[in-house]
């Protein structure tokens, strides 16, 4: 194969890692649906994927050691261990570079090495950044082919000198003469796994694992913690943000981005079907959001991504009719259950389990029959953006959408209210700062249902010290000419005798429209010691909600808030030593003396 691109830097690289991880053939990714079929063509013979019923749908089992992110094989290495700062695990970039090198060497033979070049954002736009992924995984670039912008343009806009994001992956796997996967999902055993970020020259390698955001790696690892770096450099926000817009019955427009933590909503946030009348919302991202200023003060953001890489289990047509809609063709689902007649299952789907399944792990799986799930609490579907019925007619507009609200949340089954409002913009930073919630399925290493601080839902992604981070945050914030956006926190996770009070999804419409009018300035609210809130007529009871319960979620709880604080004192504010922005103790005082005073 001719090497379709001058660019002497990217070439110099890609024959780099051939020599170290010596693949039997070198292929560059023209990202054409030719080049797709191939992929899925080389895994039905792997037996790696299951076709499904639902047309160009593929179903993937992966290593049960390899369902979701690993945040403790997940390392910034900066030069400085301050720079990583301390929410990160970091290692000497030398040391890791050294054992890594150790691990690649040969790490390809038997298998093709992929250079897939491809674009986070639209294709150039002055906004979108170039990466190249080096992969031995069919599944990384059919996947990338759905998740982001692939090929041959890319090379176009890249030229003979532009500025790329190498970005190195392996499975960790390498066949011996002969030997087949033979429908084992290839990958490395967790010691094995690295997730590495080099902030500083901008680089990415990432070993042992073929899921998620550990291989995909436009998503995580570039758009976001790479990114953030950049964006912390030149005066932008790269974040774990939704981008909805929100449209009210006379016509206006709104758009929304909300940061919750993984497995929290985002995607649920941003297909809602509004159970409200005469309001409609429409998607433009449903996981990251980079956001820079226009001429006009506002802050525009761009979806960097093409597709969603959407949690399945959950997912119903009552839920979430959108992601529905949006995963009937042209589909690759992971780790989800597979009935008799050839389609897919999951937990929440919305009916009961049709007959004998096969569960995520192969086997035989009943419904009543068994106490594990069939489909892993993680398992994914990605589908182009592209095929969601709500997907805003702008989604790829280079220029971006101005943003009027952010929202906050998590899973917070207490003391949290169902939303209020931060008076300026530092009290914003402050709320984005203490976001906590319940940990999920997400990660694999970490033990969910337990609560733990998640600043800005980035506590996984930012790829530097996240003290410096909220910094970040506060200067944006005084930026001469800003006209920013009102900032929420949101919380429908308030749980009593163990069930849900608040019934979430399309009701979710409610709240945003108490957002909406915020932004407008036509809501009615009140002044709290926690924030503004909705006053009780602000927001409409749902149906199934009680009047009472309805108070209890729109209600200060201060003996919740003062126990709060206690723990953002002692456990989370002191994390970040002199790096915490004094705007931020100062928020956390004033708090306090509000909810005492
Ligand atoms: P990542 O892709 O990991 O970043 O997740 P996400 O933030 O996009 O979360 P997603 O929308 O996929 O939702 C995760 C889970 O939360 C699913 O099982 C949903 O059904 C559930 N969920 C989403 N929104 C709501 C809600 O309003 N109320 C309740 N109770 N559950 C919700
Ligand atoms: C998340 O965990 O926040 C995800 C899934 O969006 S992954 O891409 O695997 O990180
Ligand atoms: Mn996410």
Not at 482 to 506: C, M, T
């Amino acid at each position: 194969m001719t090497t379709p691109t001058k660019h002497k830097k990217l070439i110099a690289w890609v024959d780099e890692i051939t020599q170290l991880t010596k693949p039997e053939k070198v292929e560059w990714c023209d990202g054409s649906q030719a080049e797709y079929d191939k992929m899925i063509k080389i895994m039905l013979d792997e037996k790696l994927a299951t076709p499904l019923k639902r047309p160009n749908c593929y179903l993937f089992r992966s290593d049960p050691s390899d369902v979701a992110r690993v945040e403790n094989r997940t390392y910034i290495a900066s030069k400085n261990k301050e720079d990583a700062g301390p929410t990160n695990n970091w290692i000497d970039p030398n040391e890791l570079k050294k054992t890594m090198t150790g691990l690649y060497d040969g790490c390809m033979e038997g298998r093709t090495m992929y250079v897939i070049p491809f674009s986070m954002g639209p294709i150039g736009s002055n906004i979108a950044k170039i990466g190249v992924e080096i992969t031995d995984s069919p599944y990384v670039v059919s996947n990338m082919h759905l998740m982001t912008r692939v090929g041959t343009k890319v090379l176009e806009v890249l030229g003979d000198s532009g500025e790329f994001i190498p970005c190195l992956h392996s499975v960790g796997k390498p066949l011996q003469a002969g030997e087949k996967d033979n429908g084992k999902w290839p990958c490395a055993p967790l010691d094995k796994k690295y997730i590495s970020h080099f902030p500083e020259e901008r680089t990415i390698w990432s070993y042992g694992s073929g899921y998620g955001g550990n291989a995909l790696l436009g998503k995580k690892c570039l758009a976001l913690r790479i990114a953030s770096v950049a964006a912390r450099d030149e005066g932008w926000l790269a974040e774990h943000m939704l981008i909805l817009s929100i449209t009210n019955p006379q016509g206006k427009k709104k758009y929304v981005a909300a940061a919750f933590p993984s497995a929290c909503g985002k995607t649920n946030l941003a297909m809602l079907i509004p159970t409200i009348p005469g309001w409609k919302v429409e998607t433009v991202g449903d996981d990251i959001a980079w956001m820079k200023f226009g001429q006009d003060g506002r802050l525009y953001a761009i979806n960097p991504e093409a597709g969603f890489f959407g949690v399945a289990p959950g997912t119903s047509l009552d839920s979430n009719y959108n992601a529905m809609k949006s995963i009937e063709k042209n589909s690759i689902f992971t780790n989800v259950a597979l009935t008799e007649d050839k389609d897919v299952w999951w937990e929440g789907i919305g009916y009961k389990a049709p007959g004998k399944l096969i569960d995520w792990l192969g086997n035989e799986w009943e419904e009543g029959k068994s106490d594990k799930p069939a489909a892993h609490p993680n398992a994914r579907f990605t589908a182009p953006a592209s095929q969601c019925p709500a997907v805003a007619p702008e989604w790829e507009d280079p220029k971006g959408v101005p943003i009027d609200a952010i929202l906050f949340g998590g899973r917070r089954p207490s003391t949290i209210p169902l939303v209020h409002q931060a008076r300026d913009w530092n009290h914003g930073v402050f709320i984005g700062s203490i976001v906590g919630s319940e940990i999920t399925a997400a990660a694999l290493d970490l033990q969910a249902g337990t609560i733990r601080r998640d600043p800005f839902a980035m506590l996984p992604f930012c790829g530097y010290n996240m003290g410096d981070y909220f910094q970040h945050w506060i200067n944006i914030g005084k930026k001469e000419g800003a006209k920013l956006p009102k900032i929420f926190f949101v919380n429908w996770f308030r749980k009593k005798d163990g069930k849900f009070i608040w019934p979430g999804y399309g009701e979710n419409s409610r709240v945003l429209k108490w957002v909406f009018e915020q932004a407008d300035g036509t809501g009615k609210f009140q002044d709290t010691a926690i924030g503004l809130m909705p006053t009780v007529d602000a927001i409409d009871r749902p149906e199934g909600v009680s009047e009472a319960d309805m108070k209890d979620i729109l209600s200060v709880d201060k003996e919740g808030w003062l126990k709060e604080i206690d723990d953002i004192r002692k456990n989370h504010y002191p994390k970040f030593g002199n790096k915490l922005p004094k705007e931020l103790s100062v928020a956390l005082d004033v708090l306090e003396n509000r909810l005492k005073g």
